[in-house]
Structure formats: structure tokens, C-alpha cells
């Protein structure tokens, strides 16, 4: 989808120019503070994408999670947090299978086969359990 590539490509420039005034301003924080709001609501925007099944095998598929990683360890913990709710949100099994959903379970028409399928299931439960017992959700 459009919309979500164009979301991406600005995800990719907020994390490049957040990355390039850390450096060049590193005992300023005022001079990348904007950079670092920008990204932030960048990856907000990603979060309401997340939890849309249409968009989540295009949003696996463009490399957007390699370049969310790093910035688990961003040392401004709003961006790293909010990295940590998308991944939630991907990795929520009810959208993980509404995804998969669309898949057809025959192995010659797709990489996914029935059993391959099951062990992705499994590893999205597994992943999420883990990721909300360790930082929670804020279900209560």
C-alpha cells in the first residue's frame, strides 16, 4: 500500500536525521529534541497501521522491523517505548491470524504450509506473552 510506504520512507528519514543531530550535537539535546519528537510520532503513526491485518504483511515485508530494532535501545526512552507498544501490537496473535487468514494453505502456491503456519502461530503467542509479562501493556 501506498500510504503505508510513504509512512516507511518518512519513518526511514526521522530515524536518519535524528541519528545525524545526536552526532553533531551531542551535548545539546535542544538542537535534536524536535528530531526526536518527529520520530517518536512516527512510529505512533506506525503503532495505528499495526493493528490493521491489511497492512501487515506489507509492513513485515518492507524491512521497517530491521529498522525498528536498534532503536529499542534509543536512549530516549519514549521512542524505545514506543517501539516496544508496536511490536505488542505485531505481534498480538488475534492480528497475527486475521493476517495469515488471507494465506492459502496449500504449500505449492505459498511458503507457508499448514505445519509452517502452526509454528508461526505458536511463536507469535510465545514472543507476545513475553513481551507483555515483561513490560506490560497497560491492561491493568
Do not use: C, W
Amino acid at each position: 500500500p501506498t500510504s503505508l510506504k510513504a509512512f516507511i520512507q518518512n519513518l526511514t528519514k526521522s530515524i536518519a536525521k535524528n541519528e545525524l543531530l545526536r552526532i553533531d550535537f551531542k551535548q545539546e539535546p535542544d538542537k535534536f529534541m524536535e528530531s526526536e519528537v518527529a520520530l517518536y510520532e512516527d512510529i505512533v503513526v506506525l503503532q495505528d497501521l499495526a493493528t490493521n491485518a491489511e497492512y501487515y504483511r506489507s509492513f513485515v515485508e518492507s524491512g521497517a522491523v530491521d529498522q525498528l530494532l536498534p532503536l529499542l535501545g534509543h536512549t530516549n526512552t519514549d521512542v524505545a517505548l514506543a517501539v516496544i507498544r508496536l511490536f505488542v501490537e505485531l505481534l498480538d496473535p488475534a492480528l497475527f491470524t486475521a493476517s495469515m487468514n488471507g494465506v492459502n494453505m496449500n504449500a505449492s502456491d505459498n511458503d507457508l504450509d499448514k505445519d509452517s503456519y502452526d509454528d508461526h502461530v505458536y511463536a507469535v503467542l510465545g514472543i507476545s506473552a513475553l513481551i507483555k509479562a515483561f513490560v506490560g501493556t497497560g491492561d491493568g
